[in-house]
Nanobody, 115 residues
């Protein structure tokens, strides 16, 4: 398994946008359901979006209609487009398979949203 490398996080004002990237292997992206997760300060890591091998996506209620998960098979990359960001979106964002493999967690990428 190729451990993913997340990138694209940063500091943004409320209402702003960011696009996160998750670079991994082509086989992982093609043949697995991928998930985006986040862990806010003092909270458990939570699943927020999934993308399966057929392209079907799902989202939790608090990110639905604001976040979009997609993939680029040729680049073996999964993306998370985040719009209309809120301070409550501040967290470290990770990607992993869904269900997640414990040994597959990367370093994550920090997203900080100011009010």
């Amino acid at each position: 398994q190729v451990r993913p490398v997340e990138s694209g996080g940063g500091f943004v004002q409320a209402g702003g946008s960011l696009r996160l990237s998750c670079a991994t292997s082509r086989e992982t992206v093609w043949y697995n359901t991928m998930g985006w997760y986040r862990q806010a300060p003092g909270k458990e890591r939570e699943l927020i979006a999934t993308l399966d091998w057929s392209g079907y996506t799902s989202y939790t209620a608090d990110v639905k209609d604001r976040f979009i998960v997609s993939r680029d098979n040729s680049e073996s990359t999964v993306y998370l487009q985040m719009t209309n960001l809120e301070p409550e979106d501040t967290a470290v964002y990770y990607c992993n398979r869904h269900p997640p493999l414990p040994e597959y967690w990367g370093e994550g990428t920090q997203v900080t949203v100011s009010s």
